[in-house]
């Protein structure tokens, strides 16, 4: 179970990196996704992925990360919706994930505190909710709000009405 929930963010990772190399006319520079592409795929790979090798992908999104250009460019191959950032996001979160993984396997193998900081950095705020999605929510609380109004009030009338009963 636990290694398709990794292979899974590989695959997220994966998606997006693939995405970006449809639009990339760059080479190997910093904003290039090879590097990160190639981690990935050499962490997926193998049966249990060494700390190392989430401490080198986690360098290699912030390295990525680094280039401004390779956002907008990672988030356009996306598409369109309410969450422009989401594929940006999936991906830092993906890195975040191996940074936990791999500082449980080796404590001592990277600094993982400080590519977490760097991580969360690079991490774009989630979207504000749709307003539809607030509405919504609010609606579905006021129903049931009234149930248990209705339901407390019959339980009254229940209770009150077995007292009556019993004083006739």
């Known amino acids: ?6 292979l899974g963010a590989y695959g997220v990772l994966g998606w997006c990196l693939a995405c970006y190399a449809g639009l990339s006319t760059g080479g190997g520079s910093s904003g290039s996704p ?22 080198k992908m986690a360098e ?24 422009l950032q989401k594929p940006w996001r999936s991906m830092v979160g993906d890195a975040l994930a191996g ?25 774009p705020p989630k979207p504000p909710e749709d307003r539809k999605q607030k509405s919504s929510k609010k609606e579905q609380e006021q129903k049931k709000d009234a149930k248990k109004d209705k339901n407390s009030g019959q339980d009254k009338k229940d209770s009150q009405g077995g007292k009556e009963d019993q004083d006739q």
């Open 99 to 123: 940074v936990d993984a791999g500082e449980k396997k080796d404590p001592r193998a990277a600094d993982w505190k400080s590519l977490r900081e760097q991580l969360q950095k690079l991490q």
């Open 60 to 83: 290699d999104t912030i390295r990525f990360g680094s280039d401004p250009d390779a956002i907008s460019k990672i988030n356009a191959a996306g598409g369109k919706g309410i969450d």
């Open 34 to 55: 090879t590097g990160l592409r190639q981690t990935v795929a050499a962490l997926a790979e193998k049966e249990a992925p060494p700390a190392i090798g989430y401490a």
């Open 1 to 6: 179970m636990r290694r398709s929930i990794t």
